[in-house]
């Protein structure tokens, strides 16, 4: 699956209506979320909401959530039950009425694309009409048949259509022979086996204070202000901003590390635990703002676009040892560099992690080294 982003130039009044189809899936998530906390002792499966969204339901009262798409309606409903059933499964909280929906999505039905695919049209009742789409990306290639979603989002700086279409993405950049232990950082954002290292970004503490500005604008204006809402709105366009910073950083270093590596092993961290039981408040918020959780992600996406691999290493130790000889060797934070009593070895005490992390994930039975291969580009300009 491949996500396009393309944003929606339309007219005030479109904007209005898409607020409203906004506001009517955001109805039905917390009207079948009542449904189902007043019916709880009754069996539920996935199919038990579905009948709330049907035309029937609203034909008495509530007539205006028809006017929204019969599948945007299901499709509302849908997230309901997902997190319903999340929730069964101890996977995720009790589930909350919600108060800033900010999307709603289409299937098959409800729009349409012109023949040169630059405008959107959306077909349902609230007559929201023709929108020009503004992106780079071209869906010429694509049939309505493979365009699975079409994602309707309202951010700060405007609407969003997010086609999210069904193919899969694979990129031939052949394998290099090398592979790579990567170990995460405050300090550095990344060190890797070979003693490399990127440094953190830090967006968020060199936003920090204009952000505190902007946070202290809205505080301080009359609540429900037209003013209030546009240092709202200023301020919400400042977290956009850094939000998209902190994404290019982490897709960037993710592409760039498997451009020259085969395998990559990473410590198996979790994010959530670390700040719940991190002590110290300056450190709980460093980890918080610091996107490792996306960048696993996205090193996951590119392994899987790439075909290579990405192995996650149990981290327990792995900046004690000593990664030449295996002695333990105990520091606290504190002490940078790593520096064995027994063999004589010395390093940043992140990069001998880093050199654990890759001892250890190259021990581990699932890491298969994949065969030196040209990609076929490559092969071509040889001949
Ligand atoms: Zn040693």
Known sequence: MIIYQYKLKCSKVQQALLDEAIRTCQFLRNT????????????????????????????????????LNSQARQQAVLRTTNAILRFFKKQGKFPKFKKDVRSFTLTQTGWKLDNECNHLTLTDKLKIGKMKLVGKRNLHFYTKEQIKQIIIVKRADGYYALFCIDIERKEDIGYTGKNIGIDLGLENFLTDSDGKHIENPRFFKKSEVALKRLQKDVSRKKKGSSNRKKAKIKLQRKHLKVQRQREDFVVKTARQLYLSNDTVFLE???????????????????ISTICWGKFKDWLKRYSEIFNKNLILVNPKNTSQLCSCCGLMVAKDLSVRVHSCSSCGFEAHRDHNAALNI???GQGMPKFKPKERKSSNMELVSLC
């Open 32 to 67: 079948a979320l009542r449904y189902w906390m007043d019916h709880r002792n009754e069996k539920f499966n996935k199919y038990t909401l579905q009948e709330l969204a049907s035309e029937n339901n609203f034909k008495s009262e509530h007539e205006f959530a028809l006017k």
């Open 268 to 286: 198996d961290l979790s994010v959530t635990k670390m700040i719940q039981k991190n002590k110290f408040k300056s450190i709980r918020k460093s």
């Open 358 to 360: 890759l001892k250890i």
